[in-house]
Structures are given as structure tokens and as C-alpha cells.
């Protein structure tokens, strides 16, 4: 082979790829500008009242049924289409879980789950549950509205599932039934991100496993890029705190859990959890980190990029034909 071939190679592994990485941090700094100059908090606030209109949504009752319809409008206002309930059986009734798919698809067979619960319980006569979980709907509603501004055009890698549970409260029924309705698709999920009580504090811990480890690690890379840390740290999922995502985690799905700071939220499952207990600041945040975030997942080509170790081989499989190269000219000359 020809030294200005084995140069061509050298350039084309190494050159490249740091260009593309240059541009792809570029497009990325667009993207944290329009979802920072979209961002609308007032919609959450918006949402988050809305529900709480209802005084109570347990599971299985009118007032949550009601919820259900409106979370379903919401989602249908703002990019995720095919919005549809699936009925579960609940106490001699049905609940209601609301699903949808953000409606840039790919065809694809590759998802992401994002979810939260938007059921409520309390220990007194009313459950408003505003951090608990209303906060979180409406951050997923807010996310699902910036989705569809800085995807406009890009048909993404995967698809983005929308699931709203309610059951949470009462043995996470909600999710359970979900899984075993969607075996098929339990089986293309690259990851789960789950929201629970994440509007309270000043920052969100991100709870994970053995699974989902770097998923926890680039939810905190994406807060540095962004300059939001408001995910300071990851920890390993405490069998003692339950959510819906513990039932994706049982299966070994790369499974996360955003949840509030480290202190305690003392009005949950109260009549007190109530609009005024919550940091919209943060929850605004929280939409616009997991916008980006959900965003490099569905565009991102997981699993091509060159590694460290990959490129150390290739380089040496390219160099050591020019080390010859040129240690036979020498030969030559020196005859």
C-alpha cells in the first residue's frame, strides 16, 4: 500500500471523528439555546393547579378517571399522538393508565419510557398530591411541547413512549399492568426514566442500579453540559423507597428514578402537599435537562462511536506499515 493511502487511512480515523464530535457539541449548544429560550413555566404551573383542582385523585375514582382525560388532552395539545387509555381492573373498577408515542417516530424497533404516576393518597380526607405526583406529569407534558420545537424535521434512532400510571399508590398496579399488557415492546427499551415527587428542594437525587448506572452518569454529564446541576448525584436503588420504575428494574431494564433531594418531604401522602410546597424553578429545570437529555437519546447512534481502545488498534494497524515504509527506504538508500 502506497504511503499517501496509509495517510488518507491515518486522517480518515482520526481527523474525522473529532470533527464530527466538534460539530455535533455546535448543534448541541442550538439546541440548549432554543430549549432555554422555549422553556414556558407557567404551563407547569398551569398543570400542576389542574390537578390539584380535583382535591383527590385515588386510584379507581371518578376525580382520577377525571385527571385522566385531562392529562390525555394535554398530551394530545402538545406532540404526542395515538394517546389512548388502557383500562386495568382496580377494587371492583377500572383504572386508567394514559399512553402515548411523541409523534416523531422512526420505524425503528428501539423506544425509550418516560413516566410518572398521576394517581394521589393521603393519610387525611383530601390527597391534592401536588409533589406527589402532579409536578411531575406536568414537567412530561412541558418535556413532550419543547420535543416537538427542537425535533422539527429530525426523524430520530428511537421513539419515545409516554406512560402516565395511576395504581402507584396501591402496589404499583398501574405499571404492572402495563408490562405484562407490552412484552414485546418491554424488549426494545433502551432505557426508563421515571418521575416521582420531583418538585420540592432545591435539587433531585437520581436513584439507579447496577443496570442503569450509565444512565445515571449521562443524566449527570447532560446537567454539565447544560450548566444545570440539578442532579448532583446518583445512588443505588434503596429496596426500602418504592416507585414505578422498581418494576422495570426487577427486569433488569436500565431503569432511573428522579426523585426529590436528600431531606425528607414531610406533607407527602397529606392534605398539605399542596401547589405551594412547589419549586417551580426546579421543575422547570428538570423539564429543560431531560428535553436535551431524551433528545440525544432518540438522535443518537448508541454503540458506533469510535473508542479509546478501538482507535489505539486501528492507528497501529496504520502506523506500523509506515514505520516499515520508511525503515525499507532507509535500507534501500543506506545500499
Known sequence: MKLKNLIIIFLIFNVIPYYTEI?????????IYEINNNINKNNIINTVSKLCENNSRITGTLNCNYSAFYIRNALEKNNISNVFFQYFPFNN???INVIGKLKNQTKLNSNILLMAHYDSISVDNIAP???DNAASVACIIEIARLLQIILKGIIPQRNLIVLLTSGEEESLCGSNSWIINNPQTISTLLCVINFDMIGYGEYHTVISNEDSNWLARYIIECGTTMNLHISKSYAIYPATARSDHANFMYMNIPTAWIFEQDDYYVWMHTAQDTIDKINFSLVSNCAKLFTFILYKLMI???????SI?????????ILLPIRFYFIRKININKK
Do not use: H, P, Q, V
Not at 23 to 31: G, Q, T
Not at 300 to 306: A, D, F, P, S
Not at 309 to 317: A, D, P, R
Open 309 to 317: 481502545i478501538g482507535l489505539i488498534f486501528l492507528n497501529l494497524l
Open 23 to 31: 460539530k455535533s457539541n455546535d448543534n448541541y449548544l442550538n439546541i
Open 300 to 306: 443518537e447512534k448508541r454503540g458506533t462511536n469510535y
Open 129 to 131: 398530591g401536588a409533589n
Open 93 to 95: 373498577t377500572k383504572a
